[in-house]
């Protein structure tokens, strides 16, 4: 829904409150047209029912404006004497629409200077109960929001198990564009393992659907900083179509903030132009510098004297073991057809000498392995390290020898997708990441980088017809862009799914950076029992130079003393009673 259909939306409501409501506005001593005029209707009606003034702006605040809703239903009703549990039923039950009956076939007064406080201890609780859900929405929607990093993917910077406060307010708060949504939980229901959202997620008919008119456009609240170079950023995955993990069905078009939370490190801005050699990140030419309290991690090759003992693999570390080596004689290779072998098992090279050349990979099919007359070598592998662990490891429980290893074997697996791009998780060309009112020339060779980025996140038709493109009916030499666009990736570059796959992320796919852990736990994947506190990590900032420093204690000496002035505040105030 575009921006003058939500006007019109919002005057049919204006016109379904005036028509349930002039009378209860009359009796209660205002005008009836009072009830017709947006925005003072409902500052009127926050008079009638004696509440606050502020109440009208949660009423304009998505998905708060969803709870705050069915309270003024019923503090409407309650105004005018319809205090029972039936009338409180039926005015919810109704969506409001029972005010219709009170308004125009009962004979009601206005109760002036009702008591607002609850009768019963139970009313009392959910009052409590309701005003607590919509300041924590409020909090969670616009301001801060809770976050568990649940894969390896920026790993030595952030672990899997850390418990993060994501704030959305640094980047301005992303409104909610699913309008009906049950309110802190994110895609899936608890328990019920349903969607916690009304949308039609049908690829076939969500163009389409009633029920995505109701989506409110892309809106950003005002932050105070953009985002930078090497910033962790916290986003909707754009290349998300999955209706539950680990179950497969049939993909499903999910709303933008329904979408899966990635978290990532933004490698690259709007205007950058982006290369990776050999697993390094370039901008512009250069080489990328990470901060400080960055440690990425690439494929080491490892190279023990005799063969990999339990020493050795509990200093490189048994989860970092990410695969074996093998080696074919060079006699073999001189054989016909032996490259493209190679090629076709898609064996990367490592080194060679004399006798062998080693590769990375396995070959399944006992032919293979007996024409190339390949085995594997025992004492080395690869492993999942930082450059300085690799340094310190050398020369270790026996290891000799550990160099970096980069894929260099081009393939379309990599964004995006596309022979005249081949490339390598570890080895890709020059691309440009799109800014917003930048015109780059449009052309067959260049297409398949913005293809997705002109139909699916820009919304544009998009045809190929011989060597001609035509977008939106129109024949196209060129394309401007709608929005900024990010380049996300992982620090544990070979156990990330990352813009490297998927490309680019764009700016109304952002939700905020992660600013404070404040707790972590390791083993949060092995079941409860095998669940060890990172003390040295609870509390600690994300970002920062130099090591991350805990709090915690700091947070503890704090909570005392309250505790201590509390204890003794209350003591003075009874013994000043007492007298």
Not at 153 to 171: A, C, I, N, Q
Not at 224 to 243: E, G, H, L, Q
Not at 302 to 308: G, P
Not at 515 to 521: A, E, G, K, P, R
């Amino acid at each position: 829904m575009n921006g003058t259909q939500w006007i019109i939306f919002i005057l049919i409501i204006q016109v379904i409150h005036f028509l349930g409501t002039w009378k209860l506005y009359v009796k209660a001593g205002r005008k009836a047209w009072e009830a017709a005029i947006p925005v003072y209707n409902a500052i009127i009606l926050m008079k009638i029912i004696g509440r606050p003034k502020w109440w009208v702006l949660l009423l304009f605040i998505p998905i708060i404006n969803l709870l705050m809703f069915p309270v003024i239903w019923v503090e409407t009703i309650r105004s005018f004497g319809k205090n029972s549990l039936v009338d409180t039923w039926l005015v919810l039950l109704t969506f409001g629409l029972y005010i219709y009956y009170v308004n125009y076939f009962l004979d009601v007064k206005y109760v002036e200077n009702r008591d607002l406080h609850p009768r019963t201890a139970i009313g009392e609780w959910v009052s409590s109960i309701v005003f607590a859900i919509v300041a924590a929405t409020l909090v969670h929607t616009y301001l801060i929001q809770p976050f568990v990093i649940p894969t390896s993917s920026l790993e030595k910077t952030l672990l899997v198990g850390d418990f993060l406060f994501v704030s959305k307010f640094h980047y301005g708060a992303r409104v909610p564009m699913t309008t009906v949504a049950a309110p802190m939980v994110h895609d899936t229901l608890p328990v019920f393992k349903s969607r916690s959202y009304i949308a039609d997620v049908d690829p076939a008919t969500y163009k389409t659907s009633i029920w995505n008119k109701l989506q409110l456009p892309y809106l950003r609240l005002p932050g105070f900083k953009k985002i930078k170079r090497n910033d962790i950023v916290v986003f909707s995955w754009p290349a998300d179509t999955v209706y539950q993990f680990f179950k497969k069905q049939a993909g499903v078009r999910k709303p933008i903030d329904k979408k899966s939370n990635y978290v990532k490190r933004c490698v690259g801005v709007p205007g950058d132009s982006l290369s990776i050699i050999d697993g390094y990140v370039h901008i512009n030419g250069k080489k990328t510098v990470l901060p400080y309290r960055a440690k990425p991690q690439f494929l080491h090759t490892v190279t023990v004297a005799d063969q990999f003992t339990t020493a050795s693999i509990d200093l490189l570390g048994r989860e970092n073991v990410s695969g074996n080596v093998i080696r074919v004689p060079a006699s073999s290779l001189e054989q016909d057809r032996a490259q493209e072998v190679i090629n076709a098992m898609h064996l990367d090279k490592i080194s060679s000498d004399s006798a062998y050349t080693y590769y990375t990979g396995n070959i399944s099919n006992q032919k293979v392995v007996n024409f190339l007359k390949a085995e594997e070598v025992k004492n080395m592998a690869l492993f999942n390290l930082t450059e300085e662990e690799a340094k310190n490891y050398t020369g270790k429980a026996g290891i000799t020898d550990i160099k970096k290893f980069a894929y260099t074997i081009p393939h379309t697996d990599v964004f995006p997708q596309n022979a005249a791009y081949a490339g390598t998780s570890d080895n890709m060309k020059t691309i440009y990441i799109p800014e917003e009112g930048k015109t780059v020339p449009l052309n067959l060779e260049v297409l398949p980088l913005y293809e997705k980025i002109i139909k699916e996140y820009e919304g544009n038709d998009l045809v190929v017809n011989g060597n001609q493109i035509l977008i939106n009916g129109e024949v196209a030499n060129s394309y401007t862009f709608k929005q900024d666009y990010y380049w996300m990736m992982g620090d544990n570059r070979h156990r990330s799914e990352d813009s490297r796959y998927w490309g680019y992320v764009p700016e109304d796919h952002v939700v905020g950076t992660p600013v404070f852990i404040w707790m972590s736990v390791d083993g949060i994947n092995d079941g409860l029992s095998n669940w060890k506190i990172r003390w040295d990590r609870v509390f600690t900032t994300v970002g920062g130079d130099g090591e991350p420093v805990s709090y915690f204690k700091y947070f503890l000496i704090a909570l005392g003393a309250w505790f201590a002035f509390d204890y003794f505040r209350k003591k003075k105030q009874a013994k000043t009673e007492d007298q």
